[in-house]
T-cell receptor
Framework: DSGVTQTPKHLITATGQRVTLRCSPRSGDLSVYWYQQSLDQGLQFLIQYYNGEERAKGNILERFSAQQFPDLHSELNLSSLELGDSALYFC?????????????FGPGTRLTVT | GESVGLHLPTLSVQEGDNSIINCAYSNSASDYFIWYKQESGKGPQFIIDIRSNMDKRQGQRVTVLLNKTVKHLSLQIAATQPGDSAVYFCADIPSGGGADGLTFGKGTHLIIQP
């Protein structure tokens, strides 16, 4: 158990809809990262927040947005969903602010868009 | 960026044998390398890391070797056990931490044969 929690575990929704994925980092970690994992693209970095501020941005679509709240939990919002958005979405946390160092991953949210 | 690649998508080894998983990188400014393990249905789990000023680092049953001359990284698992069955990812971070989070290769699926 990494100490990172993600909800929900599974999400099934229709094209065009909007969903929110939630992540609670390990106690004391200030950095939160979001990743998308699909079969054909592997694990892709989306975005990082550190202590409430956006720190780094990766391959995140304009239809996606994220934020980190004062209690350090983070939410990833996916809108105008398409079939291709079906994937596993992982959240990771780290005590460091520099992107990329040792990260602790949550169990993921499996999103299925039908 | 996409500087990390893995040599083989699948590696099959006999239980008890040693496993060697290889990874190549192209960014000579990479300063830090990490190996992650992802078991089926779970998030990636940190295994071991190594800085560019080191050639070798050992953990429990795992050793990472870094050859900067040929930009090659390997993960050696001693006495492979059924619990080692997973997808293994390498990732690199350039000097300064990088602004793109972790960049993972597609992964090598390690299969343990009884």
């Amino acid at each position: 158990d990494s100490g990172v929690t993600q909800t929900p575990k599974h999400l099934i929704t229709a094209t065009g809809q909007r969903v929110t994925l939630r992540c609670s980092p390990r106690s004391g970690d200030l950095s939160v990262y979001w990743y998308q994992q699909s079969l054909d693209q592997g694990l892709q970095f989306l975005i990082q927040y550190y202590n409430g501020e956006e720190r780094a941005k990766g391959n995140i679509l304009e239809r996606f947005s994220a934020q980190q709240f004062p209690d350090l939990h983070s939410e990833l919002n996916l809108s105008s969903l398409e079939l291709g958005d079906s994937a596993l979405y992982f959240c990771a946390s780290s005590p460091r602010w520099v992107a990329g160092y040792e990260q602790y991953f949550g169990p993921g949210t499996r999103l299925t868009v039908t | 960026g996409e500087s990390v690649g893995l040599h083989l998508p699948t590696l099959s080894v006999q239980e008890g044998d040693n496993s060697i998983i290889n990874c190549a990188y192209s960014n000579s400014a990479s300063d830090y390398f990490i190996w992650y393990k992802q078991e089926s249905g779970k998030g990636p789990q940190f295994i071991i890391d190594i800085r560019s000023n080191m050639d070798k680092r050992q953990g429990q049953r795992v050793t990472v070797l870094l050859n900067k001359t040929v930009k090659h990284l390997s993960l050696q698992i001693a006495a492979t056990q059924p619990g080692d069955s997973a997808v293994y990812f390498c990732a690199d971070i350039p000097s300064g931490g990088g602004a793109d989070g972790l960049t993972f290769g597609k992964g090598t699926h390690l299969i343990i044969q009884p």
